[in-house]
């Protein structure tokens, strides 16, 4: 008897484990300072998706992404706002994420 073979699964995107540790490292400093609560990650055929939320049930404020097919043109890498604007995009994650690490910078009374 042949046994069936399984239908072929479409590639996904995902974050490495090192990629995680740098947004986790950044999400762990927002959560200490109170501006973040949750966060969701999200797997598709061409993007991977670090969504950070306010409250679990709003809108994400940003959205870390990865999309490989990128790399030749404007960068792996991108963060975008709430509105859907495009803050930073790049090759290293590190310099793209700079963009909110200024947010978390406050003068102190």
């Known amino acids: 008897m042949n046994a069936p073979t399984p239908f072929p699964?479409?590639?996904?995107?995902?974050?490495?484990?090192?990629?995680?540790?740098?947004i986790l490292s950044?999400?762990?400093?927002?959560?200490?300072?109170?501006?973040?609560?949750?966060?969701?990650?999200?797997?598709?055929?061409?993007?991977?998706?670090?969504?950070?939320?306010?409250?679990?049930?709003?809108?994400?404020?940003y959205r870390i992404e990865k999309r490989p097919k990128m790399a030749a043109k404007q960068g792996v890498y991108?963060?975008?706002?709430m509105d859907g604007r495009i803050l930073r995009r790049g090759h290293d994650l590190k310099t793209v994420l700079r963009v909110l690490e200024r947010k978390l910078i406050r003068a102190v009374d």
Do not use: N
Not at 32 to 51: C, K, N, T
Not at 78 to 81: C, F, K, S, T
């Open 9 to 22: 699964q479409a590639e996904t995107v995902h974050f490495q484990r090192a990629e995680l540790s740098v």
């Open 26 to 61: 950044l999400y762990g400093r927002f959560v200490a300072a109170g501006e973040w609560r949750d966060y969701g990650i999200s797997s598709l055929r061409e993007v991977a998706i670090f969504s950070v939320f306010r409250r679990t049930a709003e809108q994400p404020m």
């Open 78 to 81: 991108a963060v975008i706002g």
